[in-house]
Structures are given as structure tokens and as C-alpha cells.
């Protein structure tokens, strides 16, 4: 069944978040290749009950796709992949030719902070961070820095929502996924922010000079597909 409302990235049934992004070229395909995605689901029954949540964005570059799946598990999703996926993917490239997968990773919830008044996003970012090297410690430390550099401005960002933050399973990778009231509220406080999102201080230089770490990208997009098992609810 098709959903309006926006994902719960914090759920405690979720064992595994999957986020995986295609490019597809241009606006008009973007929109071609939500719709393909939403008929080769929609055609057919709910793949597993372990699967609780699909959701697909469009990419304020007018190019890329996000794709983030919410299982109970890993296993649960290697099942899915030898048994359903194909038959998916196939259709889905029939109806728009020449999709570019980039790439699939694989995190787990580590912590969130939510505005108890927040609304209805208008736009999620996505900050996407890459250490030199697998270590799990040194991931869960730098998004727990984070974390505490957010805490220790005097004011949250106008048009903050929320920040829930993921850490890859192979060690190697941080993944925020912050929700946000609009995509030019986001902007005008990166902009007001200067070196990120808050004042200059040291706790921001120590997370920005953290040892390892390799890259740092950060994308905004738009919800525009949400799929949940029948019955859970619009």
C-alpha cells in the first residue's frame, strides 16, 4: 500500500536500514522511474513481513534516486534478493532504460534527535561519511561527537527537524538522515553556519578533523514514494 507519511528512521523493529542510490539523468526520468517503481511493486503481494518500509526520493540535482528499506534484518533482505528483486529490477528497467545503480550500504540505527513540535518534512538530507579503513569504534565515537556538537549550540537551526544517525555495518561509514521543513531552510543554515551547521567551535573542528575520516557529502531530496505492508496505515 502507497503512504503519505514519512518514515520513522528510530523504529525499534528495524534491525537493518539499507540506503542505496541510482542515477537516472534528467527530472523527466526521475519521475518516469518513481512511476515504474511504484507498478512493478504495487502489481504484486508484499514480498515479506520482515520488510517494513520502502521509500524513494528524488534528488535536488534532478539526477539521482535514493532508496532506503527498513528490515527486521539483514537475513530477511538476502532472502528477499534470492527469491523477489529480480523479477523488480527487470521490469523497472524495461520501462526506463539505462538506470545507473551506484551503490548499496548497509547501517544500523545508533541514535536520534527529534523535535517534539517538528512537522511534516519538506525536505531530507542526507550526510554521507566515509573513514579510510573499518573501524566500528571510531564511527560510533565521530557520530556521537556529532551529536554532542549539536547539543551544544544555544539554538537549534531554524527549520531543523530531526538527525538520526546510522552506523555501516562494515566499520567504514556514518549516515545522518536529517529531516528538515523545506530544502531552503536547510540551505540558509549552512549558509549562516559557515564551517557546518552551528557556530565555529571547537567541538564542529574536532568532528571536521576527526582522524580518518576520508569524505564527507551531503544531498538534499524529496519523499516521493512510500511503501508499507496493507494495513499499516496512511
Excluded at 12 to 25: C, D, E, H, Q
Excluded at 68 to 73: E, G, P
Aim: glycine share 10%; proline share 6%.
Amino acid at each position: 500500500m502507497r503512504t503519505t507519511r514519512q518514515p520513522d528512521p528510530a523504529d525499534p523493529r528495524i534491525g537493518a536500514s539499507l540506503f542505496s542510490t541510482w542515477r537516472v539523468g534528467t527530472p523527466e526520468r526521475q519521475a518516469q522511474t518513481v512511476e515504474a517503481i511504484e507498478r512493478a511493486w504495487e502489481r504484486r503481494g508484499w514480498p515479506a513481513r520482515e520488510l517494513l518500509g520502502y521509500h524513494v526520493y528524488t534528488g535536488e540535482d534532478g539526477d539521482t534516486l535514493l532508496h532506503y528499506s527498513q528490515w527486521a534484518s539483514e537475513g530477511a533482505y538476502e532472502s528477499f534478493v534470492k527469491t523477489h528483486r529480480q523479477e523488480r529490477v527487470d521490469e523497472i528497467d524495461t520501462a526506463v532504460p539505462g538506470i545507473e545503480r551506484v551503490a548499496l550500504h548497509r547501517y544500523r540505527h545508533h541514535r536520534s534527535r527529534v523535535r517534539t513540535d517538528g512537522p511534516v518534512p519538506g525536505c531530507v538530507v542526507i550526510v554521507d561519511v566515509e573513514f579510510e579503513g573499518a573501524d566500528a569504534e571510531r564511527s560510533r565515537r565521530w557520530a556521537d561527537a556529532v551529536f554532542e556538537a549539536l547539543g551544544s549550540e544555544p539554538e537549534p537551526p531554524p527549520g531543523g527537524i530531526s538527525a538520526h544517525f546510522h552506523l555501516g555495518t562494515d566499520g567504514t561509514r556514518v549516515l545522518n538522515y536529517a529531516e528538515w521543513e523545506s530544502a531552503g531552510a536547510h540551505a540558509d543554515a549552512l549558509a549562516a553556519a559557515g564551517d557546518g551547521i552551528g557556530p565555529a567551535a571547537s567541538a564542529w573542528r574536532r568532528v571536521q578533523e576527526w582522524p580518518g575520516l576520508k569524505s564527507s557529502t551531503v544531498r538534499r531530496y524529496e519523499h516521493a514514494l512510500g511503501l508499507v505492508p496493507d494495513g499499516a496505515g496512511r
